[in-house]
């Protein structure tokens, strides 16, 4: 049987522009390259800028995530300043960045998810689907259309949430160095936890159960799409000094095995991405790479994030793992499950958080800048681990890394030709039909790529172009 | 093929340089919303971030457009950099189709072009110097008027009320510059809540403090829109109530001309 090469392009109801490669034999995948198609080079465009504007500008990096580059690049700048935020302007930040993961894991379970295993309205032109595998009985077919219509109005509530204490979303004003800017009143508090109690209802009684409505009918997904196994998280609603971890310490679990996370063992390969610089592997502080569109042996503009020189997977999945809140097995379907069950795990914290919250002036001083400084902000973020490291020179940044989620989770191969995280989840997989190969955008699409997010930039001195970018 | 309905114009919504967060504002408008888009007020064909189809599908409904009464949305800059290649949003019979492609071939036929988000409007973001993807704006690439609805992102009342203008009365008031006079016809500075304190020099030095942001890089004497009167998300808030100042997001020139966005040097 002749093998057959079969490319995706675009994978839509993703953030960012994709295409998956895979040739396939005997009705398997043998082979796959996942394609980030986006470079707009934000680390380069943030050299020469005020520190304090990383915070705002880093936001744009992605549209649905904003929030976590806010709390990413606000973690570097307090690194890099000594600054230690109180544990009150911690929650509150915190309470922002909830929000964002309870937007983001409704919006990709019900618009982004859902449309792969419910017939959609076919007489909507936007809903008309590529495949035919739909299973679903008619009358739960028929609702869970009513609930994808009836998350939008969750989903806009979480950014409501957000807006409240951070001005607007997408791209809050809210979350800065110290904490955040506002003092939490109590009619806010009020209007958050009514909102927030209504979020909750909607997760608990409606959410988790479609997830495992499509579970039921589509069984074979929690055999597919597995990949390496291996997880890894930064850590999010942890080591509060007072209240310890509410969620995941950074922890990561490879050969069976929990462990802790050192992040000098991150490491970033380029060999088979759109960039040149040298080395060709690097710690995230000593990079400075080019785009390179043309280079020989490059199919992507997303790198290959490493730790220990090996990819991990990280999102949803690998903190329910890690916090031993969810353990049933790696594969695509229970990425979606981990992920509406972590939306519950999260209103359960905000909650927490909220019952924590004291009265408080202003967290907000007039900060002043290091002449020199380095800083390092690492954190768990709706997809997945994000780091931002930056350098600080007379004032201004001098350099800027951003590592986002989807360039572990859609890494491409590393200098060794190791295929990336989700390469090797599409590997192996059963075609049905490789005419409608239907399983290759439900495996992608649990994982919740961002190629917004995976944009990454480096140069030396002001004219120096580089960037790499992925969506988180 | 689908049969589309004759009495409503086609819509395409593209998404380019930039960071897709404006189809994500678009999801939280609410009366009107996403579900009117979809269900009553035109045939919304195709969107990156929502389209049930994907691949080929997706594109032949992006193409099959062609020829049709359709109104043309556009998110994110034009990277024209290595001849477009730094943003492909698909491709068409094996060959990658970039943003600038895509939007030449549907910009010279839609019946009305809406750039929608700062990195449309002016490169924006996308742009932001020393400009690694070479982005323009969207129309420097489609060489025809387009209407411009700036913010970084755009306000989901910006986008609906537009659209919703041009279905029923074909056009709206626009400004020298292509705005919608109804949502970009004041400065923020003019209908400022905090405008008292800065009539009476009374200035915040720090964030967190509610009384005037000019000092610390408030923009709003410059940027042209209605957020301290209709605000956002649910009308709740807006970056000035935060304490903060306005960045200028919805201002020609975002980012580079807006910075630095907060600065502590008051003097």
């Known amino acids: 049987m002749p093998s057959t090469r079969v490319t995706l392009n675009p994978v839509t109801r993703i953030s960012g522009f994709m295409a998956i490669h895979v040739t396939i034999e005997h009705h398997q995948v043998t082979a796959a390259q996942t394609e980030g198609m986006l470079f707009r080079g934000f680390e380069q465009m943030l050299i020469g800028r005020q520190p304090w504007d990383a915070v705002y500008f880093t936001q744009r990096i992605c549209g649905i995530c904003s929030a976590a580059h806010s709390t990413a690049s606000t973690l570097a700048l307090e690194n890099a300043m000594n600054l230690t935020p109180s544990e009150q302007g911690r929650y509150l930040r915190d309470i922002i960045h909830g929000c964002e993961f309870l937007q983001n894991h409704i919006r990709h379970f019900y618009q982004y998810t859902v449309p792969d295993y419910v017939r959609m309205p076919q007489e909507v032109p936007l809903f008309q689907s590529s495949y035919g595998d739909f299973r679903l009985p008619t009358a739960v077919n028929d609702q869970l259309i009513r609930h994808y219509f009836a998350s939008l109005p969750v989903s806009r509530a979480a950014h409501e949430m957000i807006a409240i204490l951070g001005g607007k979303a997408p791209h809050n004003h809210g979350i800065f160095v110290g904490g955040i800017t506002t003092e939490a009143t109590v009619d806010k508090i009020m209007k958050i936890r009514s909102l927030l109690a209504g979020i909750r209802l909607f997760i608990e009684t409606v959410m988790i159960a479609d997830a495992e409505t499509i579970a039921r009918y589509y069984p074979e997904y929690f055999h597919l799409g597995r990949g390496y196994g291996r997880l890894l998280s930064f850590g999010c609603f942890d080591n509060y000094p007072v209240t310890g971890t509410l969620y995941v310490d950074p922890s990561l679990y490879r050969a069976d095995r929990i462990e802790s996370f050192d992040p000098a063992r991150i490491t970033e390969e380029i060999e088979h991405s759109r960039y040149t610089g040298a080395p060709v592997a690097y710690q995230p502080l000593e990079s400075m790479t080019t785009d390179a569109i043309d280079k020989p042996a490059a199919y992507s503009w997303i790198k290959a994030a490493r730790y220990q020189g090996q990819p991990f997977e990280t999102g949803p999945l690998a903190r329910q793992w890690l916090s031993g809140a969810y353990r049933r097995g790696i594969s695509a379907m229970d990425r979606t499950i981990a992920r509406v069950r972590e939306a519950l795990t999260i209103a359960r914290i905000i909650e927490n958080l909220l019952d924590r919250l004291e009265p408080a002036d202003t967290m907000q001083t007039a900060y002043s800048l290091p002449q020199q400084a380095t800083g390092q902000g690492l954190i768990d973020t709706t997809r997945g681990a994000l780091g931002h490291w930056l350098k600080i020179a007379d004032e201004k940044l001098s350099f800027y890394q951003v590592i986002t989620p989807s360039v572990w989770n859609l890494s491409s191969q590393g200098n060794d030709g190791q295929p990336g995280t989700g390469e090797a989840a599409l590997i192996g997989t059963p075609i049905q039909d490789p005419t409608q190969p239907v399983e290759l955008g439900r495996i992608i699409r649990s994982f919740d790529p961002c190629v917004s997010c995976a944009t990454h930039v480096f140069m030396p001195g002001r004219k120096a172009p580089v960037t790499e970018v992925i969506v988180p | ?267």
């Open chain 2, 1 to 267: 093929m689908t049969t589309l309905t004759q009495a409503k114009p086609n819509l395409l919504w593209l998404e380019l340089t930039g960071c897709s967060g404006n189809i994500i504002s678009l999801l939280d408008g609410a009366h009107p919303g996403f579900i009117d888009l979809v269900t009553s007020l035109v045939n919304f064909r195709y969107n990156n971030s929502l389209s049930a189809g994907e691949s080929s599908d997706a594109m032949d409904q992006l193409l099959a457009t062609l020829g049709t009464d359709f109104i043309l949305i556009v998110e994110g800059a034009v990277a024209t950099k290595a001849n477009g290649r730094y943003t492909v949003i698909g491709s068409v019979q094996g060959k990658p189709l970039t943003a600038l492609e895509a939007l030449r071939l549907l910009g010279a036929q839609a019946r009305h072009i809406v750039a929608v988000g700062s990195c449309a409007t002016h490169g924006g973001m996308s742009a932001a110097a020393p400009n690694p993807s070479g982005c323009i704006s969207v129309q420097q690439a489609v060489g025809r008027p387009v209407i411009q609805l700036p913010g970084c992102p755009c306000h989901p009342d910006w986008i609906l009320g537009t659209l919703t203008a041009l279905l029923e009365h074909g056009s709206l008031e626009l400004d020298e510059r292509h705005r919608p006079r109804l949502f970009y016809g004041n400065l923020i500075h003019d209908r400022c809540p905090r405008r008292s304190f800065f009539d009476q020099g009374i200035f915040a030095r720090r964030l967190g403090e509610s009384t005037c942001l000019f000092k610390l890089g408030c923009r709003g004497p410059v940027t042209r829109t209605d957020c301290p009167t209709r605000q956002w998300n649910q009308y709740v808030n807006w970056p000035v109530e935060d304490n903060t100042p306005c960045i200028g997001c919805a201002q020609f020139g975002f980012p580079d001309q807006m910075e630095p966005f907060i600065s502590y040097d008051i003097t």
